[in-house]
């Protein structure tokens, strides 16, 4: 039997633990069990064996098949979120396929953020009041808005003032079940969890080098800061990013593949940017890109996808800096190694394909003052469609100030509602707030605005 929201199941121990931990397949076992379903029950259902499903829930087999997760998820009733997986409002499918071609934008709570025109304005209030109420109960319920995640930890292991204590023996598979979490974590925007994780999963990472381990340490060491540079730049730890992503560069370029360097660069030149050195970020990606393409060394499509990133980051770095003829053009080379790649691939920490790019095209648009041009982009895409809560909520937000920058703050609010749904850490971010605190100017025309701002640490 499928499991209902009410049932004991969600609030046993076990099962806080686990979600609190990020382990999948243990949620996955513990939703199985209290629906009375063996592994092989389980296997019928999604199309895969009893060994399978097994191996998953022991944590032996990455959890990385997206439609099998979903699925699992449909057939146990599990929240998409507690899987990794973003919120899904239209049903499974590939994005721009001939069964699921890229249409409207996911409808949050019955209506779509883009709205339309000729909108009733009494309407429109009544939706937004009914938006706002919505996203105030499901995603925060009565607790208040949470606290800044932390990172004392990471700073103190960056001071070199010793390695947290992991407790974990350094094996390969303890390691790579470190990494995993992380990843997991990063894509459900569990952002506080990642940051009290992520200092004893490095020291981890680096005792398994102590071990004999070398080239497996200085990939996982470097995914890892990698991840620690994504984590900072949420938070708007530039300083921070800096020195994170010159140990990632570091970690990678003593012994892990081209893929894991090239990946580090796209982090170095995240770093740039942040910074301001927008011609310099623009060039380490450009050149990262073009030293993978000449490399045969890793399969083809994850080549493709971390050789389409950079250029996508280095068109948006060029935006940045008001370049409008670089960014089309690198932001073209982007779309061309989409082309190639012809579908969207998640693996590792990698995304990339055709929604990417057409993520990037919306930024973008927006940075030139394009803000029409963006929400064209923008309706393009649908969030359903996208792999983790993080890219979903991202767009959102993209798709947030593109409105604010259009003058049209219900939409902008809706949108902000939107990815409060997707990954309520996610709007705490410095933009978000800019923009909340913005829109509290209209506050008598957008029901509850002044309750969002304060969750999003507008106010504060």
Sequence with gaps: MALDDTHPIWSAPPMLEAIAQSRPGAIVRLARLAAELTQADLGASTGYTAASISRM????QPMRDMALLRRIAEVLNIPPQLLGLASRH??????????????????????????????????????LAGLATTAASTVF?????TARPALAGLEDLLLHRGGPATGVE????????????????????????????????IALAQALGQQGAAERSATAVAELYNTATRLCIKLGEDGLAAVTADRALTAALS???????????????????????????????????????????????ERLSVQG?????????????????????????????????GHDELGGTAFFGPS?????????????GDSGQA??????????????????????????????????????????????????????RSSVRTIAAGLMRHDRVLPGVRAFANRAGALT
């Design 90 to 127: 239209t049903p499974p499918g590939t994005y721009g396929s001939a069964s699921h071609p890229p249409g409207p934008a996911t409808r949050v709570a019955g209506a779509s953020p883009f709205g339309e025109e000729g909108e009733d304005p009494v309407r429109r209030r009544n939706l």
């Design 141 to 145: 319920g009565a607790a208040p808005a």
């Design 170 to 201: 350094p094996t390969p598979q303890a390691v790579a079940a470190a990494l995993a979490a992380s990843l997991r974590e990063f894509g459900t925007c569990r952002y506080d969890i990642l940051a009290r994780a992520l200092p004893s999963r």
């Design 309 to 341: 990133n950079l250029y996508a980051t280095a068109a948006y770095t060029a935006a940045k800096q008001g370049d409008r003829h670089t960014a089309r053009e690198l932001i073209a080379e982007a779309e061309i190694t989409a082309g190639r790649l």
């Design 57 to 60: 829930e022991r944590g032996k």
């Design 375 to 428: 929400i064209e982009h923008a309706r393009r895409v649908n969030a359903g469609h996208l792999p983790t809560p993080e890219r979903q909520a991202r767009y959102w937000i993209d798709v947030a100030r593109s409105f604010d920058q259009w003058g049209k703050p219900d939409r902008c609010y809706r949108a902000l509602l939107a990815a409060e749904q997707a990954a309520p850490q996610e709007v705490r």
């Design 255 to 301: 012994g892990a593949g081209a893929l894991t360097v090239a990946e580090a660069h796209r982090m170095v030149s995240s770093s740039w940017r942040r910074q301001g050195h927008y011609a310099r970020a623009t060039d380490v990606a450009v050149t990262a890109a073009q030293q993978l393409a000449a490399d045969r060394t890793a399969p083809e499509a």
């Design 356 to 368: 990417q790019v057409l993520l990037h095209q919306i930024s973008i648009s927006h940075l030139l």
